[in-house]
């Protein structure tokens, strides 16, 4: 069953073409220009997520007004016309109320979840029931998430509904001194494991991405689907996910490509801004909803510790910090496409 869904052509362009046709009286650093872009945000996202806290601009250190007007400001994904579209999940739960998580529960979302978090190598004794704790908050990395969706028959309050309900952290866009713009923490600490936002953008082939990254200069909003949870799929298409030994996993890595990959230049929200740092305070995890189709999960940011009133938002463009470095010709490389000669992260552990 098909799901509703939007083509990369369609992404709308005039707001950012009215803005830019008058640069002369937009581009000045001004209050208000910096309350046009704060709008347009609002506006854009009023309906999916109402309750989400306004997102503020800032920028103390050079003239310029707002980032760059050149993305359509969204939370959706549009589909390359080249990448399949969305199937609907073919399992969900006939629970009432909330989802049960303890070992009696029958609940299919619960048992799903449950196979994937064992096939993904964590200490299944631990990593028991749903990934979201009471609060909402992820109790488990790197495990990909499979929530509730729509054909569920658990209420809205059920703890495995988390980024189907919207941004409720408040952040900020902040100019850099060296990385360009960035996204700051407001004025409440974020609790480890929170959900901060879905890296959303266009949906693209992999051969596209990799066209597109030849030609983007000095900056990149690109991220493959490069998700680890997937590779024990790889000979094995449709079938159940089924835990693998490390030497295996090993193996597979060899065959391994990501199929899709997101650009958040022409479309996107926030996380596009997200800087990297070696010591991030963010992970990105694949995170299923409706989607049947395990190739496309949502990239979805979420905090890994817990981070300070004012402190920069940042993940790891490299994969998980401590994931060993891939070497070739004797030489450590980096996992991702990462577009600058150095690294300003400014960490104690930075790789430069
Ligand atoms: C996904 S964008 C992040 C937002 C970007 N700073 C902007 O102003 O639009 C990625 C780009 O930000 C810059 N960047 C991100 N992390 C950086 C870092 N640690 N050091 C230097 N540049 C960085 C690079 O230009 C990179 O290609």
């Given at each position: 069953?098909?799901?509703?869904?939007?083509l990369s052509t369609e992404i709308p362009t005039s707001t950012q073409d009215?803005?830019?046709?008058?640069?002369?009286r937009y581009g000045v650093n001004l209050?208000?220009?910096?309350?046009n872009f704060q709008s347009y945000i609002i506006a854009s996202t009023v309906n999916e997520e109402p309750n989400a806290p306004p997102i503020r601009i800032f920028n103390d250190v050079d003239?310029?007004?707002?980032?760059?007007?050149?993305?359509?400001?969204?939370?959706?994904?549009?589909?390359?016309?080249?990448?399949?579209p969305p199937v609907r999940s073919k399992v969900y739960c006939d629970c009432e109320g909330k989802c049960g998580s303890n070992a009696k529960s029958k609940c299919a979302c619960l048992k799903r979840q449950e196979e994937w978090t064992k096939a993904s190598g964590g200490d299944f004794k631990r990593e028991k029931g749903f990934v979201y704790d009471a609060f909402g908050r992820v109790r488990f990395a790197y495990v990909p998430i499979f929530e509730c969706n729509d054909l569920c028959g658990c209420d809205e309050?059920?703890?495995?509904?988390v980024v189907q309900h919207g941004r409720k952290v408040q952040v900020n866009i902040r100019k850099t001194l060296k990385k360009g713009w960035g996204v700051f923490n407001g004025?409440?600490?974020i609790h480890s494991g929170t959900f901060i936002g879905i890296y959303s953008g266009e949906l693209i082939t992999d051969a596209e991405g990799e066209r597109r990254g030849q030609k983007y200069y000095k900056r990149t909003y690109l991220f493959d689907l490069d998700c680890y949870h997937l590779r024990p799929l790889v000979n094995r298409p449709g079938e159940p996910p089924k835990r693998l030994s490390r030497e295996e996993l090993q193996r597979l890595d060899d065959e391994w490509t990501p199929k899709y990959t997101v650009d958040a230049f022409h479309a996107g929200n926030f996380t596009r801004f997200l800087n990297h740092s070696c010591d991030p305070n963010c992970n990105m995890t694949a995170v299923y909803i409706n989607e049947g189709n395990v190739d496309k999960p949502l990239l979805v940011v979420f905090s890994s510790r817990e981070?300070?009133?004012?402190?920069?938002?940042?993940?790891?463009?490299?994969?998980?910090?401590?994931e060993s470095p891939q070497v070739k010709d004797g030489k450590e490389t980096r996992l991702s496409d990462e577009i600058y000669m150095v690294c300003e992260c400014g960490a104690f552990?930075?790789?430069?």
């Open positions: 069953m098909s799901l509703p869904y939007r009215y803005i830019n046709a008058r640069f002369d209050p208000q220009m910096r309350e003239a310029e007004a707002t980032p760059p007007w050149e993305f359509h400001y969204t939370n959706e994904m549009f589909h390359s016309p080249d990448v399949p309050e059920c703890r495995n509904r004025d409440n600490t981070i300070y009133p004012g402190e920069e938002l940042c993940f790891s463009y490299s994969g998980p910090v401590d552990n930075c790789k430069g």
